[in-house]
């Protein structure tokens, strides 16, 4: 069973910067892609930035410019750096990893106060 554990959320004021971090239990090279989730109060989870196998990353509209999403195989690791934070930020951060299924972190929570 694939275990993926997040760290890295807080609090923060808004216009600060947060790195979270996601390790799996096994190398990361397995998986097709991993990603960063978020679930804003009463919602579902959506997606804002993966990176694929071959390293090359993507974020939907509202996560460019301001979120990097990256990966340390060495370390079965990915990263997800964020700056110029803003209290609609949020929400509790999720790692996803697409293997033989979905796995999923339990989530952090990542708050931004204005």
């Known amino acids: 069973q694939v275990q993926l554990v997040e760290s890295g959320g807080g609090s923060v004021q808004a216009g600060g910067s947060l790195r979270l971090s996601c390790t799996a239990s096994?190398?990361?090279?397995?998986?097709?892609?991993m990603g960063w989730y978020r679930r804003y109060p009463g919602k579902t989870r959506e997606v804002f930035a993966f990176?694929?196998?071959?390293?090359?990353?993507h974020y939907v509209d509202s996560a460019k410019g301001r979120f990097t999403i990256s990966r340390d195989i060495t370390k079965n690791t990915i990263y997800l750096q964020m700056n110029s934070l803003k209290p609609e930020d949020t929400a509790v951060y999720y790692c996803?990893?697409?293997?033989?299924?979905?796995?999923w972190g339990q989530g952090t929570q990542v708050t931004v106060s204005s």
């Open positions: 996803s990893a697409e293997g033989k299924r979905w796995y």
């Open positions: 096994e190398s990361i090279s397995s998986f097709n892609s």
């Open positions: 990176i694929t196998s071959g390293g090359t990353a």
